[in-house]
């Protein structure tokens, strides 16, 4: 089994749609967590409502602390949270710096959710 994080500031949006997209696209061969440098507590709305358009629930993860997280990783996925993510373990370490989608519009947030998928995809086939 595949360990994979995903990491970015509040783990609201960006880091929340990779965990969900390597659990959808990885199954039961991959072990997906997210976690945030300075988690805002919650899940975006605008997450749970873009992931639900694919049938995913977004509204059961929550938003959690790097602090929480412990272990080696297979890879460490990292969207822009810089010098404040403490080292983690990882075989593959990347930095994908995708933007933020929190204040952009539906077509714009849906263009980020996509992306996030196809480079989930790649990340898998790749391991």
């Known amino acids: 089994m595949k ?46 409502r873009f992931m639900g358009e694919l ?9 959690k602390s790097l602090d929480d997280i412990d272990g080696e990783f297979d890879a460490v996925i990292t969207m ?19 933007p933020d989608p929190k204040h952009m519009d539906d077509e714009a947030y849906r263009g980020v959710r996509d992306r996030i998928s196809a480079k989930v995809r790649d990340l898998l086939a790749r391991l």
């Open 3 to 48: 360990r994979v994080l995903f990491v970015c500031v509040e783990n609201a949006n960006r880091s929340q749609m990779a965990e969900a997209f390597a659990r959808i696209h990885g199954g039961a061969d991959v072990e997906a967590l997210s976690a945030g440098s300075k988690p805002s507590g919650v899940i975006n709305p605008k997450a749970i």
């Open 55 to 63: 049938g995913y629930d977004l509204a059961v993860h929550d938003s």
């Open 80 to 98: 822009g949270c810089g010098d404040s993510c403490p080292w983690v373990p990882a075989r593959v370490r990347e930095d994908w710096a995708l």
